[in-house]
């Protein structure tokens, strides 16, 4: 995962309906960060997140971001890919072979949803999570985060032909356990494409050839 306090869970169905009730108010806020993010990304910033010269209520001044920020974000990205050994690289191939076989991933964190989220966009992985599919444990286990996941499902009508779910921590592969869903546990970054075969033989993804020297993380 992105870190250590962030579990994915990967849900192979075809299931048309999504659960789409707000739990909290931060869940609006994390909705906001991901448009004003994709808005910044295709327009001209000064014209993206305000008409006006000043933050907003409704444009809060943590999204007031110039093009001269961006570009040494993008910078520092590129230098902890190369400190990192290409995780969020390995990651996004994963999570888009995932997707391209429709399945739906969700995280689950030890984080607030919105630091959560805030996280996703600024490693660039938000476009893989609706984001519903982002879930707090905050003074809960992440077991009870299972079970709501699950439960969520259930209202909406969509049940999973597979489940499965990957991390680094115990509680998650506690979590896993307890509702029987097969679990990876990511020691190194190539874990990260063991995942897919937890899903069924047909979602295998072999590690591609300018991944397989890359064994430091």
Known sequence: SINTNISLTSLSTECAGTSKRRRFIPQTYAKLLREKYAQSR???????????????????????????????????????ENLSDRWTEKAKTVLRHLNSHGCRNFVVTASEIVPAYAKLILWELSEFFDYDD????????????????????????CFPDSMASCGDGPDEEAAARMFSIPFQRIKTSLDLFLVPGLLGSDLDLPIPEDFRDHTKT
């Open 42 to 80: 295709a327009t001209d910033v000064n014209q993206t997140l305000a008409s006006d010269d000043e933050p907003s209520a409704s444009r809060p001044e943590s999204l007031w971001i110039d093009n001269e920020k961006k570009t040494k974000w993008k910078e520092v990205l590129v230098e902890l």
């Open 134 to 157: 982002v879930y707090s444990s905050v003074n809960r286990p992440k077991s009870a985060i299972f079970l709501q996941i699950l439960e969520d499902l259930g209202r909406s009508g």
